[in-house]
């Protein structure tokens, strides 16, 4: 068993495939280097200490008496203990740890998975569970599903987990099949743009939007019994339901299969450095999820319409659930400072709120490091 390590656990972007993750669907995400670094230090006896210095919060749990928290971040700690140690049966040792974060919250970029993969990496390098990449994505996924209670997919603990660094993932999340990218964008960056606003709307529409792509699936099922999943489904073959389902069910659909589609182009246009034909797909993935899927909100329109005046700026759309959260832009490099300024002033003069804005780079996922490599 170790006994000090620090585990970096980044969060990630999503640069195309919003929303399809969970229905069979493929994604374009990279790890970046934002991230949520936390220390551990095994213990002797039973007890664990757990402190945010982010949250400036910390609580105590024994490992004999795991039980659900009302405080919600706590939760991602306890459910990966609960999963280890009562449902798989594992031995783990007691541990103190230490969580510092420079990974905006409520931003769109995986806070949430950021910090149970790393404490799910951290106890398995700890303990020497031995657990793979894989299985380590499947407790996380368990833990969000069953214990948090939020039905996404698996692109945010995959791309967690499996980033590399200048390399994007083309991720199809029904096998889990996957391959790098290399992410080259010349002089253009990622500036991510926060609304700094969260719509209550966020938990509960995520898990509507689950079960009404799985009403789509199940109706056009009825009469074709063939597919698994929704991205399986032909536009051509949807449109057959356009009179049968119901309108809000149909661009749900349609939504899904019309993404699934520019993921797949926009790994090809990046490849191919065609990058002004990818910006073009982010915008036409945001009004997706505008006008059909039903999940942008009034700042995140500002904020994408508001590039639009802009040259430099060649794609534009939301990431994350929707609700609130980020925007993902493509600038010219040397245009951020200056178009920050800019897109700050009008959001506060429009809302009367603050944004927050920075860059990202693409950048390992989880990392382990013992304390006598410093």
């Known amino acids: 068993m170790r006994n000090k390590i620090i585990v970096e656990a980044p969060g990630r972007i999503n640069l195309i495939g919003e929303h399809i993750d969970y229905n069979g ?7 970046i280097d934002k991230k949520i670094i936390i220390e551990f230090h095994s213990v002797s006896g039973e007890e ?4 945010s210095q982010t949250l400036d919060q910390g609580f105590k749990i024994n490992l004999k008496k ?12 306890i459910g990966v203990l609960y999963n280890l140690i009562v449902l798989k049966k594992l ?3 007691a541990f103190n740890c230490n969580i510092e974060s420079n990974l905006p919250i409520g931003a769109g970029i995986s806070s949430s998975s950021a910090l149970i993969c ?9 303990n020497n569970l031995k657990l793979t990449n894989d299985e380590i994505i499947d407790i996380v996924s368990d833990v969000e599903h069953n214990f948090i209670g939020l039905m996404g997919g698996i692109m945010d603990q995959f791309t967690i987990v499996n980033g590399k660094k200048n390399k994007l993932i083309l991720l199809n999340c029904q096998n889990r099949n996957f391959k790098y990218i290399n992410s080259d964008f010349n002089n253009y960056k990622f500036l991510l743009i926060n609304t700094n606003v969260e719509h209550n ?9 689950v079960k009404e792509c799985n009403e789509a699936l199940s ?36 939504f899904v299969i019309q993404e699934n589609q520019r993921t797949y182009d926009s790994a090809n246009k990046i490849s191919n450095s065609k990058l002004k034909e990818f910006g073009k797909l982010m915008y036409k993935s945001h009004y997706g999820l505008k006008n059909l899927y039903e999940v942008s909100c009034k700042e995140l329109d500002f904020l994408v319409e508001f590039t639009s005046n802009y040259e430099e700026i060649i794609g534009s759309r939301m990431m994350g659930g929707g609700f609130g959260g980020c925007t993902i832009n493509l600038i010219k490099e040397n245009f951020v400072d200056n178009f920050v300024d800019l897109v700050s002033q009008a959001y506060l003069d429009k ?5 927050d804005a920075f860059t990202v780079n693409i950048d390992n996922g989880i990392t382990i490091k013992n304390f006598n490599e410093f």
Not at 201 to 209: D, G, P
């Open 118 to 126: 790393g404490i799910a990496s951290g106890l398995n390098y700890l």
């Open 91 to 93: 031995k783990i040792e």
């Open 201 to 209: 709307l966020a938990n509960s529409a995520y898990n509507e939007r």
């Open 48 to 51: 664990c200490n757990i402190e």
């Open 219 to 254: 109706v056009i099922n009825k009469k074709h019994n063939k597919y698994n999943c929704l991205v399986e489904v032909e536009e051509n073959i949807l449109n057959e339901f356009k009179n049968i389902l119901k309108e809000k069910i149909y661009n749900r659909a349609l």
């Open 351 to 355: 809302f009367d709120i603050k944004l």
């Open 25 to 31: 669907g493929s994604v374009l995400p990279a790890s």
């Open 66 to 77: 795991i039980s659900k928290s009302k405080i919600q971040w706590q939760n991602y700690i």
